[in-house]
């Protein structure tokens, strides 16, 4: 184990450690000032997302777009302040009256026996969501990106469990065998689409834009004719909803681009209408979606600065 891990764990467990000592309005609000913060002084990736907003809004005048970022920014901090007191009993309520939509449909897509691909995007509610799939035990396979430092990676895993064991963790590199078993035994296998694999995915509009998106899950649904279904989850007027729908794809014949293009793209372009009512909850607004350069600086007066 590295010491640079170790030190890295020692600094998260103790930013958790003083935040269960605070009381949850005032998490917010330190979590609201260090936004704030953060927008006036260092906008982390203010050029990706800047960039990534005006292809969401590119009817947006520049003013209006950076009045949006600061929300943004705002809304950043606090998720990550909330990811540390899930176990809260406010928050643990918060999730266990969650709204829920399609969730009949779901239940009735597992009931045929071929698991289900349950497309999603990056959300800032991403651990209430996982938590609900264990508080719900539905057999749920989460595919995800390991961290870099183990440490923190097995205390994020730990913390989900904290909820029920239904929600299973299964790396990024483990394959596409390791998925098609969690759909052949019957389970949810949650896919995330908005990130760009520049060398891998598949080419497809992505607000009229082209996105390199992975073509993982249109060749599981061919491969095993799992159906393919969206999910999203968002806070709204303090309560969080969680939304599935069936994604209506046509019989294809054969497994090839054309058919791993179409599946894929019907998937993620029935997210453009939520990343656009609730942005500031979309969290890949800071990932380099549409390319790896071509970020120019984001002129920002003071008078843009403190709208």
Known sequence: MRTKHKLEYALLRSVIFFLNLLPVQAILFLCST????????????????????????????????????????????????????????KLLTIIENAEITGLDELQEALQQGKGVILTTIHGS??????????????????????????????????????????????????GMK??????????????????????????IPFFNTP??????????????????????????????????????????????EESIKDIATRSIQSYEPFIRKYPEQWFSLFHRLWGKKDYPPVKRSLTDIFL
Not at 128 to 138: D, E, G, I, M
Not at 186 to 202: A, F
């Open 178 to 203: 390791v998925y098609e078993q969690a759909l052949h035994d019957n389970r949810l296998l949650i896919v995330s689409l908005d990130q760009s694999y520049t060398n891998r995915g598949v080419i």
């Open 211 to 256: 996105l390199a998106c992975a073509k993982g899950a249109p060749i599981l649904h061919l491969r095993t004719g799992a159906p393919v279904f969206t999910s999203v989850y968002y806070m709204d007027k303090g309560k969080l909803h969680i939304d599935f729908a069936r994604v209506n794809l046509p019989s294809y014949t054969e497994t090839n």
């Open 34 to 89: 260090i936004g704030s913060f953060a927008w006036v002084v260092f906008p982390f990736r203010l050029r990706v997302a800047y960039k990534n907003l005006s292809t969401v809004f590119p009817e947006l005048d520049h003013r209006a777009k950076l009045k949006l970022m600061r929300k943004v920014y705002l809304q950043f901090t606090r998720t990550f302040g909330l990811v540390f007191i899930l176990h809260r009993k």
């Open 125 to 174: 509610w991403f651990e209430a969501y996982f938590a609900w799939f264990n508080l719900k035990n539905l057999p749920t396979s989460l595919i995800y990106q390991k961290q870099s430092n183990p440490l923190s990676d097995q205390f994020f895993v730990q913390q989900r469990c904290r909820y029920g064991t239904s929600l299973q963790h299964l790396s990024s590199y483990d």
